[in-house]
């Protein structure tokens, strides 16, 4: 197979498995917020705790397998889950502060894209951030209601 068809297709693997780790994020933030709103009374109440929580464990099983010997496209696909999720809860936590909104996601995209380059770590990783970056861009510039 062509070289350009072989990274097409690992770019649509990639899509297709940020994809679905993305609903997979949003049904962990509905499981997360549900619990905290049951123990403490108040589902609205804790947003912010949830969301902490939310990203300690994508950060758990981020290590694991981005540490693990899978392939680099099944990891860059995976690296899809934290990074969106990161994104959105930067996005719903401070909404009502668009610059420092846009500044956190800015710094944010620019320090991992910075690691994925000063580690050398191959395409697949970038695509997954950018694809990450694109979707978001979208939202936004669409006014989508997730």
Not at 92 to 120: A, D, S
Not at 137 to 145: D, E, H, P, T
Request: hydrophobic residues 60%.
């Amino acid at each position: 197979m062509k070289d350009w068809k072989k990274k097409v297709l690992l770019g649509i693997g990639i899509i297709l498995m940020g994809f679905a780790l993305f609903n997979v994020a949003f049904l962990m933030v509905a499981t997360i917020l549900g619990l905290i709103g049951s123990i403490s009374g108040n589902p609205m109440q804790d947003n912010a705790l949830g969301f902490i929580l939310l990203l300690a464990v994508e950060a758990g099983f981020s290590f694991l397998v981005l540490r693990s010997k899978l392939s680099h496209t099944i990891k860059a696909g995976f690296l899809c889950m934290p990074v969106m999720s990161v994104i959105v809860v930067i996005g719903v936590l401070l909404n009502t502060q668009p610059m420092l909104l846009y500044g956190l996601e800015g710094l944010f995209i620019g320090l991992t894209l910075g690691f994925l380059w000063i580690r050398k770590l191959p395409w697949q990783y970038a695509f997954a951030v950018l694809y990450c970056v694109v979707l978001g861009l979208i939202v936004v510039l669409f006014n989508v209601q997730i």
